[in-house]
């Protein structure tokens, strides 16, 4: 490995840690307190997810295709003056509706600094061990959820909460801007193929094989990421205090560093089929026994074999799309993913909540978001077949040739 590999996944593990961190982390930890001092219902500070992904889906169509002819840099550093607004636009509000617009600019910067800007500069600077290096950074996510959501909690003992939005404005902007300034290139050269306007999104939204890989990422990536907004509240149910809760929600997080990096490392190894069907199958089995009200050691010991579990799902989910669709159009197929996946988190977000609120229980949500994980699987096996079918014509192509 390079010096300049070494830099790249440096950049893109911290970037998408402070990224990640500061949005999907803190989210949960912030449900609570918010809540209090707006006396708003759970719905509806819950919808703060929700916002997040809307604009999180909306920015990765355009940052996909800025990656995809090249222009790491700019793109970094545009996420890093949106992910500083909405710091600062989330300190300074007085009601739900600024909170809004705070969200709105997060989701907005988490593609630009996240997993498909992290996916790029590696597809980019990775020829041999794809996978490892995708674990590597992969890491990023989970150490900075844990990280942020840990410090939050601690921060929120001792300041008010506008106050530890402001200081998480300076630390994204102390953090990032040298580090990407310093590391990323101004532009990467490109084939020139990643760089079609029009046609080439509408080529990979249609390509069954998208879709089908789509499928399996909007399933379970939505449904984790949508419980996830629940996460820290559920724990705090099974008998935890505030402070406890958002550290077993860190230490969540924190299971998803070797997770990331496991998942990462056996992807160059052995098949993609069998370590995502053990993926999906724990994080199912997880939310099934959730859904039973288990004690509080239990419920701190499946959260962190859910943290090991879910962090698969970058790397092997990038890993499946280079194969699939190549690296010229991986930044495109990402921002369609998040697209295919915002209907499925939005509905996991706010069914869990509307169950929570008829019920006084997280268990009926949990049920079904363990099926619906399994479905991820159909999905997996669609690919697969789309996958074989490809080879078997083009092998018959060749031989016709």
């Given at each position: 490995m390079t010096r300049q590999q070494r830099s790249i996944l440096l950049v893109a593990m911290v970037s998408q840690g402070v990224a990640?961190?500061?949005?999907?982390?803190?989210?949960?930890?912030?449900?609570?307190?918010?809540?209090?001092?707006?006396?708003?219902?759970?719905?509806?500070?819950?919808?703060?997810?929700?916002?997040?992904?809307?604009?999180?889906?909306g920015s990765s169509l355009v940052t996909g295709p800025a990656l995809d002819k090249g222009y790491a840099r700019g793109v970094m550093l545009a996420g890093v003056g949106l992910l500083v607004a909405a710091m600062l636009i989330a300190s300074f509000s007085s009601n739900l509706v600024m909170l809004a617009v705070a969200a709105l600019f997060a989701g907005a910067a988490v593609p630009p600094c996240g997993p498909i800007?992290?996916?790029?500069?590696?597809?980019?600077?990775?020829?041999?061990?794809?996978?490892?290096?995708?674990?590597?950074?992969?890491?990023?996510?989970?150490?900075?959820?844990?990280?942020?959501?840990?410090?939050?909690g601690w921060l929120l003992g001792r300041f008010a909460w506008h106050d530890v939005f402001l200081i998480?404005?300076?630390?994204?902007?102390?953090?990032?801007?040298?580090?990407?300034?310093?590391?990323?290139?101004?532009?990467?050269?490109?084939?020139?193929?990643?760089?079609?306007?029009?046609?080439?999104?509408?080529?990979?939204?249609?390509?069954?094989?998208?879709?089908?890989?789509?499928?399996?990422?909007?399933?379970?990536?939505?449904?984790?990421?949508?419980?996830?907004?629940?996460?820290?509240?559920?724990?705090a149910g099974a008998g935890f205090s505030e402070t406890g809760a958002s550290?077993?929600?860190?230490?969540?997080?924190?299971?998803?560093?070797?997770g990331a990096l496991v998942f990462g490392v056996l992807a160059d190894r052995f098949s993609l089929t069998g370590l995502f069907v053990t993926m999906l199958a724990t994080t199912s089995a997880v939310l099934a026994t959730f859904s039973t009200g288990p004690g509080s050691f239990t419920v701190a010991a499946l959260c962190a074999l859910a943290g090991f579990s879910t962090a698969g799902m970058i790397p092997l989910y990038t890993v499946l799309l280079g194969r699939r669709l190549g690296p010229d159009s991986i930044?495109?197929?990402?921002?369609?993913?998040?697209l295919m996946m915002l209907p499925v988190m939005a509905t996991s977000v706010l069914f869990a909540a509307s169950v929570f609120e008829s019920t006084e229980s997280y268990g009926g949500a949990l049920a079904v978001f363990s099926v619906g994980v399994l479905g991820a699987i159909a999905c997996l096996v669609g690919s697969n077949r789309e996958a074989n079918r490809r080879a078997a014509s083009a092998a018959r192509e060749a031989v016709n040739a």
């Open positions: 990640i961190g500061l949005t999907i982390g803190i989210l949960p930890v912030f449900l609570e307190p918010l809540e209090a001092a707006f006396d708003a219902p759970r719905t509806a500070t819950s919808m703060g997810q929700i916002l997040v992904m809307l604009a999180l889906t800007t992290a996916a790029s500069l590696v597809t980019r600077n990775f020829d041999a061990e794809r996978g490892r290096a995708l674990g590597l950074t992969s890491m990023g996510p989970p150490l900075g959820s844990g990280l942020f959501a840990g410090l939050a998480f404005a300076g630390i994204v902007a102390i953090v990032l801007v040298p580090l990407i300034v310093s590391i990323v290139p101004s532009r990467y050269a490109t084939s020139g193929e990643g760089g079609r306007a029009g046609g080439r999104m509408g080529e990979v939204a249609r390509s069954p094989a998208f879709l089908w890989a789509g499928g399996l990422f909007a399933l379970a990536a939505g449904i984790t990421t949508g419980w996830t907004v629940h996460t820290a509240a559920f724990v550290w077993v929600l860190a230490v969540q997080f924190w299971m998803g560093v070797p930044g495109r197929a990402i921002g369609l993913s998040n």
